[in-house]
């Protein structure tokens, strides 16, 4: 009884959805008529990042900084009367994921890619970006990005070598320490950091005290800190994302170790103080391409720009989303709207002068070639007069 | 001597996070003969709400707790009651439910708080105590002393109320138990809820020691769930012991192995239990559906 009515009701039900389902598939076959959609239409660019996960804080800021740049662009009337169209793919700072994602961006017409802010997720997407001819401008900082040699591939900021070999150079040589400890993760980027300030050492003929590497994953870090601790160092130099930079902080700083800390981009974020705890991070010397809100006068603009939209402050990633994401509208529109080859080519042509300083790309990608030195002082990241 | 130490200070402190989340584990196990995959997820629900309170509603650090305890725990029994039609019916839809339900707690973290996640500073303001150069976090020493209470209270609740003597019932032999007129729906619910409940515990006090985030759930439950099978699946004794176990296995395995310390912490796990396939304590006696 009960299943006789329930499955009279379900027909008409089923009915329905049926015709939903047939008219659903047919929306997207009819309106994806490939030719037209290159040049009428929206020009689609897509942000790949974290969303998600413990680097979700690197995605929300870059996804913000790209939005306010093309929110500017599209309220003067886009590039060529043609809106922009900004996508958000979340690829919880997973590789494959974002391999995923590269095979899918490229699928559905996207002329441009911004992100990713870790390198290991940028380097596996690479290779499908470069077949499917989509330029790509990431966050990431890695050597091993330059390494790939793709043309299709652009750093929004210096490579780890740039913001180390500053950092070596201030702490080495003008500050004169000599006893330095070093603690970074064995991902992508803390390796990089690892190689990069370990090669600039080097160079300087000193040899760290101590060279501790743990793993991204990791949250108890007692016997690195404790091994670093037995050597006194004057400095400990630090190559590891926001949250566990700030975790190893805090740990180092119940263990006794009242060195002061050196890193680079992800030192000078509030998501490491506020992990750390602020009286914990004084001191610390970040080398950093966008050092505080107050650089400039565009910094300045950006700033109240970014902190009218999201109601937060601006900050290092967020700048250079913007500017990444600047520099590819600039190059589509001085490109009239090209893609693939062309784009990647209006891209490497373009010279901006932004919120980090003025980019003129190489071959190998990087557009900048500089970083400041800063240091926390009473909470805020404090430029140094070198 | 002072590096072992401090390592095996650090080992512990985690560790007794670690147990807690093995508690919640072998609890359900025990009782259902069910591995909730959802608990790291309501662990993570439980640091959110314990922070959210601490934080935001200015609560005292313990209260906070307590509510992130009691709503999990409604949590907890609002999932066994989904899942309880399928008790002794369909057991891997019950497995595949849990684990929906663990995807859907940490969607329902991203929508309520966001991806980006949170620090929590620690609510013991004492400097870390120094002995003969090892320094240990007060906070360190609150967190083992909170584990410590929970199980001794959790021990005495399944040995000496009715309620819990009851649970062991269940836990044995569920038809018997049905036949002198046991209630095991009830008691499931009660084993989730007080599972929950631990988890919780477990997030409400890593909060402060790590980060809360919509995946921080991910690396404490498998560490935990380690740490539940080491000390033998279902014991609760086990469950502490396998804990603080995995907590200084994997603190030496970072001082000794570094950058491959995960490998080796599991590497270590899987000869143990290769060696003693029932963990320690060797309970494994839930066998059912």
Not at chain 1, 304 to 322: F, R
Not at chain 2, 45 to 65: D, E, N
Request: aromatic letters at 8%; proline letters at 4%.
């Amino acid at each position: 009884m009960f299943r006789q009515t329930s499955a009279r009701r379900l027909a008409p039900a089923a009915g329905v959805l049926a015709t939903l389902l047939i008219a659903g598939c047919h929306a997207p076959g009819s309106s994806s008529t490939p030719g037209s959609g290159a040049s009428a239409g929206p020009i689609k660019i897509a942000v790949v990042d974290a969303q998600s996960g413990q680097l979700s804080s690197l995605g929300a800021w870059e996804s913000k900084g790209a939005k306010l740049a093309v929110d500017e662009w599209n309220k003067n009337g886009g590039i060529n009367g043609r809106k922009i169209q900004l996508d958000v793919f979340d690829d919880t700072g997973d590789p494959t994921t974002g391999t995923n994602l590269a095979r899918k961006i490229a699928s559905e017409g996207y002329v441009a890619m911004i992100g990713t802010a870790e390198s290991a997720v940028t380097i596996a997407m690479a290779p499908t970006l470069q077949q499917a001819q989509i330029p790509n401008i990431t966050s990431g900082q890695a050597t091993g990005l330059v390494a790939l040699k793709s043309p299709f591939l652009f750093l929004n900021g210096p490579t780890s070598t740039t913001y180390d070999e500053t950092l070596a150079k201030y702490v080495v040589d003008t500050k004169g320490f000599k006893s330095i400890a070093m603690i970074t993760n064995n991902g992508s980027f803390g390796k990089g950091e690892h190689d990069a300030f370990l090669a600039s050492l080097t160079k300087r003929g000193i040899t760290p005290l101590s060279d501790q590497v743990v793993t991204t994953d990791q949250k108890d870090f007692s016997a690195a800190l404790t091994a670093i601790r037995q050597k006194n160092p004057q400095i400990v130099f630090i190559g590891s994302e926001e949250v566990e930079a700030g975790l190893i902080v805090k740990q180092a700083r119940d263990l006794g170790i009242t060195a002061p800390f050196a890193g680079s981009a992800p030192q000078g974020t509030p998501v490491f103080a506020s992990t750390a705890g602020a009286t914990n991070v004084e001191g610390t010397i970040v080398s950093s391409p966008y050092l505080s809100n107050d650089a400039s006068d565009a910094s300045r603009k950006f700033a109240a720009a970014y902190k009218a939209a999201y109601k937060e402050d601006a900050e290092l990633h967020g700048a250079k989303a913007y500017d990444g994401t600047s520099i590819v509208l600039t190059a589509l529109k001085s490109s009239n709207g090209a893609t693939g080859k062309a784009l990647a080519d209006a891209i490497r042509a373009t010279k901006y002068n932004g919120l980090l300083g003025s980019f003129a790309f190489d071959d190998t990608g990087v557009g900048i070639f500089a970083t400041k030195i800063g240091t926390i002082t009473n909470g805020n990241l404090v430029a140094v007069n070198s | 001597m002072q590096v072992f130490f401090q390592t095996l200070v650090g080992g512990l402190s985690l560790g007794a996070i670690y147990a807690l989340v093995a508690l919640g584990f072998s609890l359900v196990y025990r009782t259902m003969g069910l591995v909730n995959f959802a608990h790291a997820d309501v662990v993570m629900i439980g640091a959110y709400v314990a922070s959210t309170f601490y934080m935001s509603a200015k609560l005292p650090f313990v209260l906070a707790i307590l509510v992130a305890i009691v709503s999990t725990g409604l949590i907890g029994v609002f999932m066994e009651r989904v899942l309880r039609p399928l008790e002794n019916k369909d057991f891997d839809l019950m497995l595949i439910g849990t684990i929906g339900f663990g995807i859907m707690l940490e969607a329902i973290a991203i929508l309520v708080w966001g991806a980006t996640g949170r620090a929590v500073p620690s609510p013991v303001k004492a400097a870390p105590l120094d002995i003969l150069g090892v320094r240990i976090r007060t906070y360190s020493l609150v967190v083992l002393a909170i584990a410590a209470v929970a199980t001794t209270v959790l021990i005495l609740f399944l040995q000496r109320t009715k309620r819990g003597t009851a649970m062991q019932a269940v836990a044995m032999d569920h038809e018997a138990a049905t036949a002198v007129g046991i209630h095991v729906g009830r008691s499931n619910a009660i084993a989730f809820a007080i599972g929950a409940g631990l988890a919780a515990l477990a997030g409400g006090l890593a909060g402060p020691l790590l980060y809360v985030n919509p995946t921080m759930g991910a690396s404490l439950g498998i560490k935990g769930f380690a740490a539940a099978i080491l000390g033998g699946f279902g014991n609760i004794p086990g469950a502490i012991l396998g804990g603080l176990a995995i907590g200084t296995i994997d603190a030496f395995a970072a001082g000794h192995f570094q950058g491959y310390s995960d490998l080796v912490t599991f590497l270590v796990f899987t000869v143990i239990i290769m060696v003693r396939p029932t963990g320690i304590f060797g309970e494994r006696t839930v066998n059912r559906a």
